[in-house]
């Protein structure tokens, strides 16, 4: 259901945080929601995101923790012009021939995934990330693609930290 690559589409990803968060504070979260139309996709949101958390070296407890996450996984129609073009004899070089363009309709679904960060003691939101991709009707490769979604995002958290 969610992010899945194609040749012809680049996932994207965008973030943005307070820039007045001291993320140093910050090293255990909680899930506060996960919403999502499929509910065999909300273990799978949580499971990438744990992952790439636990490896940035923050550790997730049952509730309380110093930042409640929110994630929301939708998935929106969308649609495209393919052209394709032939062309047949000689061209100019030689003179003669003819070419052809064809345009055909493209409908295609995007799975987008939306992860806040909230303070849990302000309530306030700290950091904000999206990342979204063309889907495929591969479960498998949409679980993959979801992944390296979330390792995208958040490639670079915490913020204000030192790049390595």
């Known amino acids: 259901m969610l992010l899945a690559a194609t040749a012809s589409f680049a996932q994207q990803v965008k973030t943005d945080y307070d820039r007045s968060a001291n993320f140093a504070q910050y090293k255990t979260y909680s899930w506060q929601k996960v919403e999502t139309k499929d509910p065999l ?13 636990t490896a940035k070296g923050w550790t997730q407890v049952p509730e309380g923790g110093n930042i409640s996450l929110v994630a929301m996984g939708v998935t929106t129609t969308q649609e495209g012009l393919n052209t394709y073009y ?3 004899g000689g ?8 070419a052809t363009a064809t345009t055909t309709p493209e409908v295609y679904k995007v799975g ?3 992860l ?3 303070d849990t003691q302000t ?6 990330g999206s990342a979204s991709d063309t889907l495929s009707n591969n479960s498998d490769k949409n679980i993959k693609n979801l992944d390296k979604g979330v390792q995208k995002m958040l490639k670079d958290f915490p913020p204000g930290e030192p790049k390595k």
């Open 86 to 88: 032939n062309s047949f």
């Open 116 to 118: 806040e960060m909230v």
């Open 123 to 128: 309530k306030k939101l700290v950091w904000r």
């Open 41 to 53: 996709w909300s273990d799978r949101i949580k499971s990438a995101v744990d992952s790439a958390l």
């Open 112 to 114: 987008t995934l939306m």
């Open 91 to 98: 061209g100019r070089r030689f003179g003669g021939g003819f």
